[in-house]
């Protein structure tokens, strides 16, 4: 089938990479198909396209290749409708946004999937975690603020 | 919007299937019990605006705008290849 996307012109998916989220997203609630698109020219990331609407995409990443220590805790009713058959196959990841000063991460509510069933949410992850965690993008940056 | 007065323990029943009820009541604060459906999210309403909040801005966000990103190093304590 096909994808529209405004970011990536149209896209040739197969139907059972759909990912499902029942409930659709904050703000998104009438989203309920997407897809994964692995970003051609950064292998770090990855885009989650709404197949309803071409111009909704978010930009993910595994929040641990960037985060010391980023350990997700969930309370079980938050992963009930995945129905996991092992909690081993989940996919964690972030969404990515951009502040004012740099890239940032929403580590308070990342998406896990269930690729084996096609079915995806947005949880809330306990503790403290942000919702724009801001990334510090090189050295040069880290050593103007410091 | 509807307002009642409940006591300690006592419930509302939303539906035929949310309950709430009051657990306790601490001076300012008071501790709810929640029972829905696992299809009815529940959520603090400042945490689940902020992210919706968040959502819409990430949603937005285009891939010439995410060049800094190969930039960022691995988090450390990361197996590195050579």
Redesign the interface.
Same mark, same amino acid.
């Given at each position: 089938m096909e994808v529209r996307t405004t *970011?990536f012109g149209s896209i040739q998916v197969n139907a059972d990479d759909l990912i499902r989220f &029942?409930?659709g /997203? &904050? @703000?998104?609630a009438d989203c309920h198909d997407w897809v994964l698109l692995a970003?051609g020219?950064?292998a770090?990331?990855a885009w989650l396209q709404s197949v309803e609407r071409p111009?909704?995409?978010?930009?993910v990443?595994s929040p *641990? *290749?960037?985060?010391? @220590?980023?350990r997700l805790h969930v309370a079980r #009713?938050e992963l009930? &409708?995945l129905r996991f058959d092992d909690l081993r196959s989940a996919r964690v990841l972030a969404?990515? @946004? *951009?502040n004012s000063r $740099?890239?940032t991460l929403?580590l308070?509510?990342p998406v896990i999937l269930n690729l084996e069933r096609g079915l995806g949410r #947005?949880v809330?992850a306990n503790g403290e975690w942000s919702? %724009?965690h801001e /990334? %510090?993008? $090189?050295v040069a940056t880290r050593k103007k603020i410091a | 919007m509807l307002v009642l007065s409940r006591q300690r323990d006592e419930s509302i029943i939303i539906g035929d299937n949310i309950v709430v009820t009051i657990v306790d009541i601490r001076g300012d604060k008071v501790r709810l019990g929640i029972q829905a459906p696992t299809e009815i999210p529940v959520h603090r309403r400042e945490v689940f605006e902020a992210i919706q909040r968040e959502n819409m801005q990430a949603s937005r966000v285009q891939p010439n705008e995410l060049g800094e990103l190969k930039q960022i190093p691995p988090a450390p304590g990361l197996p590195k290849t050579r």
């Open positions: *970011r &029942p409930e /997203l &904050p @703000g998104f970003d020219k950064n770090a990331l111009d909704v995409a978010f930009a990443v *641990r *290749r960037f985060v010391a @220590g980023y #009713q009930e &409708p969404i990515v @946004g *951009r $740099s890239i929403n308070k509510a #947005q809330i919702v %724009q /990334l %510090q993008t $090189s | -």
